[in-house]
């Protein structure tokens, strides 16, 4: 794809510049912001756009020489389709069922066997999806249409399994991550001095520039240093593992920022999340509450619970239903253990 801007140069407000894309990786520049916006698009990237990954290996027959460990962990690292996973499936955190059903996780099975002489190869591609799962497809990309390989088996070993598949993002796991990783880079020619090149004769040669240094000036002979600069233009490059398309990588991405801001500001102002189109509590990851710390991103009062604990006197804590004692926050005006 040619290089594409979707904001005119006087736009206000980020603008985005598309120097190259394909269905495994997207390269493009983004400007007109700052460091904080532009490293928080590369960190939800990264760790909080979910996908589909193995997460429970029951095995029934093993006779090959990996050890069962050993083979759960590589069919956790197998990527599987996961496009659009949030209209598809819910967090297993947030099922009414008591372990997986079918509304938060997909079922692969494995069955081999070796009859012949000769050592035969399992790859991904051998993994069956349950009729009419709506993902966990394994991703497969390279010209043979293996797949990665599970193991080896030799005349008379057998392999008989099943996986439960799970919705999750990497902040919990690495393998639920939907991208094998993202290029970031900024101020190329280094006219900001963030970095300290060691060197031993010449920095210049080396510590050669990269190719993003084409789309800057460099820094003039005699330029003063500007202590008030601040970097404006970065250059990113998102490849995506397979699960997910570099695209809607992104656009999970910008969403899942968008519903951050949106619980930061109900946080601060009460203020209803879904002002402006933003849904704080569309999803719960690992670890997430709702305003009040409830899990699971529900916003219930603590009343609505059935029961009361020493924290919630008036929304503070109080130690006098422990030992009698008061602090500033408790109304004593002091500390009295």
């Known amino acids: 794809m040619d290089e594409m801007d979707f904001a005119g140069p006087d736009a206000i407000g980020p603008q985005v510049t598309i120097r190259q894309a394909n269905d495994r990786h997207v390269d493009f520049v983004l400007s007109n912001c700052d460091l904080a916006f532009a490293n928080s698009i590369r960190r939800i990237i990264i760790a909080e756009v979910p996908t589909v990954a193995i997460d429970l290996v ?136 963030h970095i300290d090149y060691w060197y031993e004769e010449d920095a210049a040669s080396e510590w050669p520039r990269s190719s993003n240094a084409d789309w800057e000036e460099p820094l003039a002979e005699g330029e003063p240093f500007n202590y008030d600069a601040v970097p404006s233009r970065f250059y990113i490059d998102v490849e995506s593992v397979g699960q997910i398309p570099p695209q809607e990588i992104l656009e999970q991405g910008i969403k899942y920022l968008q519903e951050k801001l949106a619980a930061i500001i109900q946080g601060l102002t009460g203020a209803d999340a879904n002002v402006d189109g933003f849904s704080g509590g569309a999803r719960s990851p690992p670890g997430a509450h709702g305003a009040n710390g409830n899990a699971g991103g529900r916003d219930d009062s603590w009343g609505d619970q059935g029961y009361t604990t020493p924290f919630q006197s008036g929304g503070r804590t109080t130690y006098d239903a422990w030992n009698g004692g008061t602090t500033p926050y408790g109304g004593g005006g002091g500390s009295s253990w």
């Open 58 to 193: 029951e095995i029934e027959t093993n006779s090959s020489v990996i050890p069962d460990e050993f083979l759960s962990h590589r069919l956790g690292l197998i990527p599987l389709d996961s496009s659009q996973v949030d209209d598809k499936l819910v967090y297993y955190r947030d099922c009414t069922c008591d372990a997986y059903c079918e509304q938060c996780s997909v079922t692969l099975t494995l069955y081999a066997k070796c009859t012949g002489e000769t050592n035969v190869t399992i790859y991904a591609r051998d993994l069956a999806v349950a009729e009419g799962a709506p993902c966990g497809t394994p991703v497969i990309n390279d010209p043979d249409g293996h797949g990665s390989i599970i193991c080896k088996l030799r005349k008379g070993q057998e392999l008989k399994l099943r996986c439960i598949a799970k919705k999750g993002i990497a902040k919990e796991h690495a393998k639920w991550s939907p991208v094998s990783a993202v290029a970031f880079e900024y101020d190329p020619h280094n006219k900001l001095r």
